[in-house]
């Protein structure tokens, strides 16, 4: 780390013994400031003492910050600033001109979600940093500091010396004060986000898409991610030396990755801090960096569990165009609709049902149409048969990478969905990185970043188009999550991640891949994952490495509110016990714990019905079986449960055709019982505590 420090007996060992009693001296020694002459303390702690967060100057002027955690340093001091394309960097010659303190615990509620209710407890520092050049450009940098972790972000008031911003790259760094593991996936690559996830040592990350999950050698964990992406290009990590990186930006079609005017501000940058895996997940860092609900009553978003014309599409039976194999015809989605009212599931999804599918459509939809039924598809009698049934249809916009088209069609897209009781539009955006057509004033053509400025702000024109009409939107081929949910609470889920469709094809995700998300993709938000495949097979009745046990876990470990149901009703005819926790399980909930778990390894869940006192359980585990103790201690005092046990069956294993090998049983539990969950190689078991 090559930044120029003054070192001493500085503020972070005052705080942390102030809160902790004495702080190890060898880390005293390494990783403290010295308060530059002349200027004011920069020092902020989290509410319970354990975190504490400093800035400074170095001998350059460069502004820096640190942050500990119980006296001990997790991220070493690591620079600030931005570099523009048409103007000085602002990095050094900096001067701490004020720094104000700010604090406040207050709750709040979420209309659906993991937790009904969110405490947001946290301590603010604002650092107002001035150029000591003849540009005189100020920013200030805002610490949020809570129990479980911290947010930063630049915060630039407009000014004379710099009317616009055209930002080139920022400054920022995060450099890891100790060695450890990473679980990472590569960022900037063609597929976006559809990357397994590495596990190496973080000296060995390269550029990595955010949140980035890292377990130090002290043992506590950390991910690295960012909250509030708005108006601004989304951030991954570049590896620079041993364990620093660098903040890096997705790229726009011009040269400026970020163009700004006036006053503006950056997303939070954020680090989630907690002594183990499920503390990660615990977290509320990522939410509270958010606004509040701008859309006001949003009593018409009904998060819902839903089933599809989709499975056999990516097997590659049906089709999504036109002719012999099409997929979305009256009768198909019937015989969906049928299926989904007997079995209590509120939604059906259909894709390819309009217009434009005909031919090379995957980044060249500039032939759908929106509001433009295939002639074998007919809306409105499938929209009233749907209603009759108590169901609702859920909508499919494929843009195949033509954004600008898709915008244009916007209030004709939204308004067939409302007249057709299309609560719920999954949209999506099939294209290469890089690779999104942008049509400009002048009718030229640009190429964006599904992850760039435009991408980042064509989300939100999506969600306040839609809002107009009353739906919510489930998006594919998304950008990343950063908790815009609080926002835009008709924003339910996304993609962003390899989800069950890769099983279908060669090269399917390993076991270990759902424990990975639980405690990485996880860590942004709700992911539709499209769980629930229990014939296990995918394109050439080829195996899927999982358990049917895994399977209904899922359900509980991958939170979304508008869970899939992907097998095919004949699949779910052959397992109707199994299914039954399917049709069961909720996707709304009161409480979420992590009761287990380590990153890529295993983990558990237990998450409250917000409509009811029952609990449920879900536990999965990597290619290795598993033997977890688990004490029943969130449940209700002086309350008998019902355990309904879904586990993984004599010989079970995701290797063989002993997958499908389910068992089942109940008992009677209360508050304080243990329960021993057995989990195959790559399997799991789900429990259904039904109060009595």
């Known amino acids: 780390m090559k930044t120029s420090i003054a070192i001493g007996l500085g503020l972070i060992a005052s705080a942390a013994q102030a809160q902790n009693g004495p702080a190890d001296p060898a880390v005293n020694e390494t990783f403290k400031f010295a308060r530059p002459a002349g200027q004011p303390d920069a020092v902020e702690t989290s509410p319970d003492g354990q975190i504490t967060v400093q800035v400074s100057t170095d001998n350059d002027g460069r502004a820096v910050y640190m942050i500990a955690r119980n006296g001990k340093a997790i991220v070493a001091p690591s620079r600030l600033g931005m570099m523009f394309t048409d103007a000085p960097k602002i990095e050094r010659g900096m001067k701490i001109e004020s720094v104000t303190h700010a604090k406040s615990d207050t709750s709040w509620t979420q209309p659906w979600g993991e937790w009904r209710t969110i405490r947001d407890n946290h301590r603010e520092m604002r650092v107002r940093l001035m150029e000591s050049s003849a540009l005189h450009r100020r920013y200030d940098v805002v610490f949020r500091v809570q129990d479980d972790g911290v947010g930063f972000r630049y915060e630039f008031p407009e000014q004379q010396a710099m009317p616009h911003a055209n930002i080139a790259e920022e400054l920022t760094e995060f450099n890891i004060a100790q060695g450890g593991t990473a679980w990472w996936k590569p960022a900037f690559l063609w597929n976006r986000e559809e990357y397994l996830y590495n596990r190496t040592p973080i000296n060995a990350v390269g550029t990595a898409a955010t949140p980035i999950t890292m377990k130090l050698d002290d043992g506590t964990h950390i991910a690295i991610h960012e909250a509030a992406l708005v108006d601004y290009a989304s951030m991954a990590v570049m590896k620079t030396e041993g364990n620093s990186f660098k903040a890096v930006l997705t790229p726009g079609s011009g040269a400026p990755k970020v163009v700004k005017t006036g006053a503006w501000q950056t997303p939070w940058r954020t680090f989630l801090i907690a002594p183990d895996a499920g503390g990660l997940y615990m977290s509320h860092l990522m939410l509270n960096l958010n606004a509040p609900n701008k859309l006001g009553d949003v009593s018409w978003v009904k998060p819902g569990k839903f089933v599809g014309v989709w499975w056999k599409m990516i097997k590659g039976e049906w089709s999504w165009a036109r002719g012999p194999r099409h997929g979305a015809t009256t009768a198909n989605v019937k015989t969906y609709i049928d299926f989904a009212s007997k079995y209590g599931i509120p939604g059906v999804l259909v894709e390819g049902w309009n217009i434009g599918w005909d031919g090379d459509w995957a980044g060249n939809g500039s032939a759908m149409q929106f509001a433009t039924p295939a002639e074998d598809f007919d809306a409105d009698a499938l929209a009233k048969y749907a209603k009759a049934k108590g169901v609702s249809l859920i909508g499919h916009h494929e843009t195949g990478g033509a954004v600008s088209h898709y915008e244009s069609l916007f209030d004709p ?280």
């Not at 919510?472 to 999550?481: G, Q």
């Not at 009677?668 to 259904?688: E, H, N, W, Y």
Request: no cysteine; glycine share 8%; hydrophobic share 35%.
């Open 413 to 692: 897209a939204f308004k067939f969905a409302a007249d057709h009781g299309e609560h719920v539009v999954k949209t999506g955006y099939v294209a290469d990185a890089g690779q999104i057509e942008r049509v400009n004033a002048d009718g030229s053509v640009s190429r964006e970043w599904h992850e760039g400025q435009w991408m980042v702000n064509h989300h939100l024109r999506v969600l306040e188009a839609a809002a107009k009409y009353k739906v919510s939107i489930d998006s594919h081929e998304p950008v990343k999550d950063t908790g815009l949910r609080r926002t835009y609470p008709n924003w339910l889920a996304r993609e962003g991640s390899r989800g069950m469709e890769y099983n279908a094809w060669p090269g399917k995700n390993p076991p270990e891949h759902e424990v990975n998300l639980a405690f990485t993709r996880m860590l942004e938000g709700p992911m539709d994952f499209t769980p629930g495949v229990l014939s296990l097979t995918g394109s050439d009745n080829s195996p899927i490495q999982s358990t049917i046990a895994k399977q209904l876990a899922l359900y509980v470990v991958l939170y979304s509110p508008v869970q899939m149901a992907a097998d095919t009703p004949e699949n779910y005819a052959k397992y109707p016990q199994a299914f039954r926790f399917i049709a069961d399980v909720p996707v709304d909930w009161e409480d979420s714990r992590v009761l287990n778990g380590e990153v890529g390894d295993y983990v558990t869940f237990a998450r409250r019905d917000r409509k009811s006192r029952d609990w449920y359980v879900g536990s999965i585990t990597d290619e290795t079986a598993r033997e977890l103790t688990v004490t029943l201690d969130f449940l209700e005092p002086g309350k008998t449960y019902e355990a309904q046990v879904y586990k993984d069956g004599p010989g079970a294993t995701y290797a063989t055709e002993a997958r499908h090998s389910i068992a089942f049983e109940t008992r009677r539990v209360k508050k304080g019982d243990t329960l021993t969950l057995s989990l195959a190689p790559g399997g799991g078991q789900a429990i259904r505590l039904k109060a009595l």
